[in-house]
T-cell receptor, first 114, second 116 residues
Framework: AQSVTQPDIHITVSEGASLELRCNYS??????LFWYVQSPGQGLQLLLKYFSGDTLVQGIKGFEAEFKRSQSSFNLRKPSVHWSDAAEYFC????????????FGAGTRLAVHP | GAVVSQHPSWVICKSGTSVKIECRSLDFQATTMFWYRQFPKQSLMLMATSNEGSKATYEQGVEKDKFLINHASLTLSTLTVTSAHPEDSSFYIC????????????FGPGTRLLVL
């Protein structure tokens, strides 16, 4: 079955600390991978995506993610978190061709302490 | 680029009335749009896929007569919640695909519906 797992429901970090949000997926074929961020009461904003090529992808707002095929993971990282990064983060996978139906993880809520 | 808007941003209605939510692609043409529903502190649930000029494809368990979707132009899709009831209260989000990147969904800001 196709699925996306974000093991951490809540994460709290101090401002300036590093961050890693975990994402593991189960998918029958090579997927396309996405990270989205959602602020309270807002829609989703695309942070970054991986289609092919370099497995370390850079996104907006200083985020990066690394695709590890052997571990079926696509973890999101940021070296220094800002208070404005507090939000809900969703990992999603989709097919590399054909009908683009995204499968979302449950989300990780990030809190940032000053 | 790839900006998606939704209108209204929030709506309160009485039980039994119908509510229409609009999803527009502002700076691109979207042949495909998606409608999601999100309950508090939960992930997104895909309701249906909307293709311009054709009938929407609904996900299993979504009542097509309850949630009417129309995609009449390349920049507009509408979701009508018919005979709304309190259990239909939710956050509804649309997304769209651009013709230059058919694998990336760009999301609207969402519409919060409260049915009294």
């Amino acid at each position: 079955a196709q699925s996306v797992t974000q093991p951490d429901i809540h994460i709290t970090v101090s401002e300036g600390a590093s961050l890693e949000l975990r994402c593991n997926y189960s998918y029958g074929a090579t997927p396309y991978l996405f990270w989205y961020v959602q602020s309270p009461g807002q829609g989703l904003q695309l942070l970054l995506k991986y289609f092919s090529g370099d497995t370390l992808v850079q996104g907006i707002k200083g985020f990066e993610a690394e695709f590890k095929r052997s571990q079926s993971s696509f973890n999101l990282r940021k070296p220094s978190v800002h208070w404005s990064d507090a939000a809900e983060y969703f990992c999603a996978v989709g097919p590399s061709s054909g009908y683009n139906k995204l499968i979302f993880g449950a989300g990780t809520r990030l809190a940032v302490h000053p | 680029g790839a900006v998606v808007s939704q209108h209204p941003s929030w709506v309160i209605c009485k039980s039994g009335t119908s509510v229409k939510i609009e999803c527009r692609s502002l700076d691109f043409q979207a042949t495909t749009m998606f409608w999601y529903r999100q309950f508090p502190k939960q992930s997104l649930m895909l309701m249906a896929t909307s293709n311009e000029g054709s009938k929407a494809t609904y996900e299993q368990g979504v009542e097509k007569d309850k949630f009417l979707i129309n995609h009449a132009s390349l920049t507009l899709s509408t979701l009508t919640v018919t005979s709304a009831h309190p259990e239909d209260s939710s956050f509804y989000i649309c997304s769209a695909l651009t013709s230059t990147d058919v694998q990336t969904q760009y999301f609207g800001p969402g519409t919060r519906l409260l049915v009294l």
